[in-house]
């Protein structure tokens, strides 16, 4: 039996990425968060080089860089049968967990520990979870 691959969406600017991936591949999963190695400040190092360029954002997006880690990151979600968006999470990582949802994968969400904030569009989702546990407990029904 082939092992469930699990798309880890987060941001690059949480420190607990790591230790969530490692909490899922202990499951069974096999986890992608290869995503996270170029650290938190990959995002503004790009945006600073381009700049140094003399590009703008719409130039820079249709560079070899931007090209690259977007295929990357794209044949990653392609392989995936599940995904697991963990608050907060920006702009791409919303865009991540949409694509999953129109390949029809199954798709969870942790919400951050005392966020104030609610999100009607969460109802995507096929599980919203307040704790690791709890949501660790609704993905070993997927394996």
């Not at 400040?41 to 880690?69: L, N, S, V």
Request: glycine share 6%; charged share 35%.
């Amino acid at each position: 039996m082939k092992t469930k691959k699990l798309y880890l969406i987060g941001s690059l600017r949480n420190d607990n990425i790591p230790a969530i991936a490692n909490r899922f591949r202990e499951l069974g999963f096999d986890v992608f968060d290869d995503w996270y190695s170029p650290g938190a400040h990959a995002d503004e190092e790009w945006k600073r080089y381009e700049k140094k360029r003399g590009r703008i954002y719409i130039e820079a997006i249709k560079g070899y860089h931007a090209k690259h880690i977007f295929n990357f990151d794209y044949q990653h979600l392609n392989e995936s049968d599940i995904c697991v968006l963990i608050l907060p999470a920006g702009k791409s990582g919303h865009l991540e967990f949409g694509y999953m949802r129109g390949l029809k994968r199954k798709c969870y969400i942790l919400l951050e520990p005392d966020s104030d904030r609610w999100d009607i569009m969460y109802v995507f989702a096929d599980g919203i979870f307040t704790t690791i546990d709890e949501l660790e407990e609704e993905l070993k029904k997927d394996l």
